[in-house]
């Protein structure tokens, strides 16, 4: 019957407020690190009371799980614009999954980055699960390409999903956009050649 009951005023204030303090916690992470920066920090950073962000959260690792939650939301918006697995040309889906992967990291680097830098416990279990769901997700790519013969002759799947997990995964992007100072652009043209050539046939 509630369903379809619009938020009230205090619900959509609550909201908004949530959403400066995991705004400002981002801010924060991405400049100083997790374990550096204070609940009082990210307190004065989103212009709320200590208080606000323990009833809003709970702890600091709450907080953390919903930047990952932040970062699927933004994976979701892209792939509505980049789904990669609309063309029925491998080439063209290696070209798109490419330009996924740019455009998200380029996003969603800053969150990343607190995660592989602070992962520990129940989050360092969390970024292991998202590393096997994406290994997971190849797998579909990988088959289809293999049952039209265009993977490389001699190319096992399985092996091929490894190296397209391997490549796409945000480690590559830091080594060499963060890092080594690439610029996107010049990342996604090498993901691009470089997933064409280990991959799929001449």
């Not at 088959?143 to 096992?156: C, F």
């Not at 100072?181 to 001449?202: C, G, M």
Request: charged share 25%.
């Amino acid at each position: 019957m509630n369903a379809d009951k619009p938020p009230s005023r205090r619900q959509l204030q609550a909201a908004a407020t949530k959403r400066e303090i995991v705004d400002s916690a981002r801010r924060l992470f991405a400049r100083q690190g997790y374990v550096e920066t204070p609940i009082t920090e990210i307190a004065q950073e989103a212009g709320v009371a200590v208080q606000t962000i323990y009833k809003a959260f709970g702890t600091k690792d709450a907080i953390l799980l919903a930047l990952l939650d932040v970062f699927e939301s933004e994976a979701r918006d892209i792939s509505s614009v980049i789904d990669f697995t609309a063309p029925a040309d491998p080439h063209e889906q290696i070209r798109l999954v490419a330009a996924y992967h740019r455009t998200l990291f380029d996003r969603g680097e800053d969150i990343l980055d607190v995660f592989r830098t602070s992962a520990h416990g129940s989050m360092a279990t969390m970024w292991e699960e998202g590393a096997r769901r994406r290994r997971g997700a190849v797998t579909p790519l990988v088959d289809a390409w293999q049952a039209a013969g265009r993977l490389r002759p001699g190319l096992p799947p399985t092996e091929a999903a490894d190296i397209l997990w391997a490549l796409t995964g945000p480690e590559f992007y830091a080594l060499l956009v963060v890092q080594s100072h690439w610029s996107s652009d010049t990342y996604q043209a090498w993901l691009t050649t470089t997933l064409t050539h280990q991959l799929l046939a001449p």
